[in-house]
């Protein structure tokens, strides 16, 4: 190959990736998203946990959605009693990642739901004023967007991969049942 398309090739596959970084960005550390959630004088003692196979799939037909990892971590939220858990939950949305914090009162029900990380374009991004609309649900197979969350026009597949997340959280909450006081 001579210089010049090689050259090129070279130029083509910086911008390909630079196009790629442009669209990824962390929003929010765990960290602060926590504090900010459950207030800056709660405590948090993180838990992992390792479900049987049977247990991996109840939270697959609970959820009704996809379930893969037997292993996961949560934290729980203390201050004189017990405030909430919060999951981690990463999910390819398009093409790219996205990253939620999903926090769950004691009672099963959504706390909040904030984007930590996100990487396909800003445009696909749930805004605020949907993720709060998530609090206050319970886990039910109509926890999808167009039933009983509305949908985003031009972000179809992040609803759904959020409400998914949420889903997930939810199930495993039902999972620990009165292990996690």
């Given amino acids: 190959m001579e210089r010049g398309p090689r050259l090129l090739v070279l130029s083509a596959w910086v911008v390909v990736f630079s196009g790629l970084a442009a669209n990824a960005r962390t929003i929010e550390s765990r ?41 996961f971590t949560y934290w729980r939220a203390l201050g004189d009693s017990l ?8 999910a390819v949305v398009r093409t790219m990642p996205a990253t939620w914090l999903i926090a ?7 706390r909040a739901v904030e984007v930590l990380a996100f990487h396909e374009p800003e445009d696909y991004l749930p805004r605020r004023r949907w993720l709060d609309r998530l609090a206050g649900k319970r886990l039910t197979k109509r926890l999808r967007p167009g039933d009983e969350v509305d949908g985003i026009t031009g972000a179809t597949l992040s609803s759904r991969a959020a409400c998914d997340a949420v889903r997930r959280c939810l199930a495993l909450r039902r999972i620990l049942g009165d292990s996690v006081r």
Avoid: H, K, M
């Avoid at 948090?44 to 049987?52: G, I, K, Q």
């Avoid at 405030?83 to 990463?90: C, N, R, V």
């Avoid at 769950?104 to 959504?110: C, D, F, I, K, L």
């Fill in 83 to 90: 405030l909430g858990l919060a999951f981690l939950e990463t």
């Fill in 104 to 110: 769950v009162t004691p009672a099963g029900t959504v």
């Fill in 31 to 71: 960290d602060a998203a926590l504090a900010r959630i459950f207030g800056s004088g709660a405590r948090f003692e993180p838990r992992t946990v390792y479900l049987t196979s049977a247990q991996a799939d109840s939270v697959r037909r609970s959820a009704g959605a996809r379930f893969d990892t037997p292993r």
